[in-house]
């Protein structure tokens, strides 16, 4: 089978198509054709070494030091059961299903094997595989930071950089939940988080959400251009900020950001949980949560992909569509 190669950190220019093994199914695991899989901002950062402030040595020594550890990456499909090993029961060959291995990737590939009880679900009737391929990284990510802030119907939520795949997802489950959501986004976006929910939107070139004060009870951070303290005083007193791409700074600040200012942080990397991905599936069979679609590229064009997604602009997901090879 073919699958993308990361030989080194660097630009989209060291992912190599390769031919490699492909694998078997164990007692337990599926083996599954991957139909589609997506370039999320999680695998340009591995591709590309660029992390968070403070967080570089930590990154490195938890993802390989000059090379990614595991080179296939691809964070989340979906696709179709090609074999089962023994013991499973859950799913047979000619399932359609969608999975997020999350940090441990591997989704860059024509195949790829699963644990049937690690994230792995049937793909909702409803949903293109593009559609299935796209709920997981930016569904699961938003719905854990949602569910940690405790955002209640009718409280107030901005949320910055919501066209993104985490923040178009935020907006959603916000939505879904009764909040009243103010998004930060560029002009070109305003109509698309309007779409998913926004009762408001700041257009970040024109108009500065800090010149507010005690506005909101809720900031969902996406974009990690502003931290904690940038935004302290637009929050309402009791009001949590939520550092989806926050550094190692504001994650050292959750210890104390309570006890000192009366305002809690919630940082770091976000659970990666079958109840999340499956509520998130759920949500999207019953046309609660709608997966953002940019583009997609064929397997082929896997650099471009990347390339397109580095410049930082996309809107929702990025599709790799893998047409099998006849
Ligand atoms: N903590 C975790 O476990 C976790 C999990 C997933 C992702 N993340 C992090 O969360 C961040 C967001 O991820 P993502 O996948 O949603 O990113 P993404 O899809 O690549 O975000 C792209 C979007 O960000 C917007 N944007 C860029 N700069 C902005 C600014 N200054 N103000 C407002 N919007 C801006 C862009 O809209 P415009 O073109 O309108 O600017 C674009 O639509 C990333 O840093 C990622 O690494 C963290």
């Known amino acids: 089978m073919q699958a993308w190669i990361c030989t080194a950190y660097g630009p989209p220019e060291v992912l190599a198509l390769r031919e490699v093994e492909k694998p078997n199914p164990q007692a337990g695991e599926i083996l599954v054709r991957i139909v589609a899989t997506t370039v999320n901002s999680g695998d340009v950062r591995v591709r590309a ?43 047979r060959p000619g399932d359609e299903v969608f999975a997020f291995p999350g940090v441990k990737m591997g989704c860059h590939a024509e195949y790829r094997i699963l644990k049937e009880n690690e994230r792995v679900f049937l793909k909702p009737k409803t949903l293109s595989f593009a559609e299935a391929a796209s709920l997981s990284f ?23 950089g919501a066209s993104g795949a985490v923040g178009s997802a935020i907006v959603q489950i916000a939505k879904h939940i009764g909040a009243e959501v103010t998004c930060v986004t560029s002009g070109p976006n305003g109509d698309l988080v309007r779409s998913l929910g926004a009762s408001r939107v700041i257009d970040y070139r024109n108009e500065d959400f800090k010149s507010e004060r005690e506005s909101y009870h809720v900031i969902a951070e996406c974009t990690g251009v502003h931290t904690f303290s940038d935004c302290r005083h ?59 679609i940019d583009r997609s590229f064929p397997f082929q064009a896997m650099r471009e992909a990347h390339d397109y997604v580095d410049r930082g602009r996309k809107r929702g997901s990025v599709v790799i569509e893998v047409t099998p090879r006849s």
């Open 138 to 160: 930016g569904g699961s990510t938003a719905l854990h930071f949602m569910r940690k802030a405790n955002l209640a119907r009718g409280e107030k939520l901005l949320v910055i």
């Open 234 to 292: 637009v929050l309402k007193p009791g009001g949590r900020f939520l550092g989806i791409a926050a550094g190692l700074p504001d994650m050292v600040a959750m210890l104390w950001s309570k006890a000192v200012y009366g305002k809690r942080i919630v940082a770091g990397p976000a659970e990666e949980s079958s109840p999340l991905v499956q509520q998130i599936g759920e949500w999207a069979e019953a046309g609660i949560f709608k997966p953002v």
């Open 49 to 91: 070494a660029s992390v968070p402030r403070g967080m570089r040595l930590l990154v490195r020594l938890a993802l390989g030091w000059s090379r990614p550890r595991q080179p296939v990456l691809g964070t989340e499909l979906s696709g179709i059961v090609e074999a089962a090993g023994e013991t499973v029961t859950k799913f």
